[in-house]
């Protein structure tokens, strides 16, 4: 079993800024990659960022290119997500996902992110 804890969201003016952190926790030995999900209303969700907890290589949206970066912590098993520039669109419900070798990968709770016009 994995535990993610998620924290950071909330509501913001347009190009204002965020950042979300969460942080895993249990089974985590053989984890290998995090990664920030989002899902805005009546949309299917869709990968905002990745990083490797190896070597932190890191890819993104082309949506948020140069708006938002991830980053990690190891020694917390902790990723962060710094999102600048914020528009209405970046509107959604955003999860951390967890990659796991072998299989059974997790999902955060997700936490709101409302970016207001």
């Known amino acids: 079993q994995v535990q993610l804890v998620e924290s950071g969201g909330g509501l913001v003016q347009a190009g204002g800024s965020l950042r979300l952190s969460c942080t895993a926790s249990?089974?985590?030995?053989?984890?290998?990659?995090m990664a920030w999900y989002r899902q805005a209303p009546g949309k299917q969700r869709e990968l905002v960022a990745r990083?490797?907890?190896?070597?932190?290589?890191?890819n993104y949206a082309d949506s948020v290119k140069g708006r938002f970066t991830i980053s990690g912590d190891n020694a917390k098993n902790t990723v962060y997500l710094q999102m600048n520039s914020l528009k209405p669109e970046d509107t959604a419900v955003y999860y951390c996902?967890?990659?796991?070798?072998?299989?059974?990968?997790?999902w955060g709770q997700g936490t709101q992110v409302t970016v207001s016009s």
């Open positions: 249990g089974s985590i030995s053989n984890m290998y990659a």
């Open positions: 996902y967890v990659f796991r070798t072998g299989g059974g990968n997790y």
């Open positions: 990083i490797s907890t190896s070597g932190g290589n890191t």
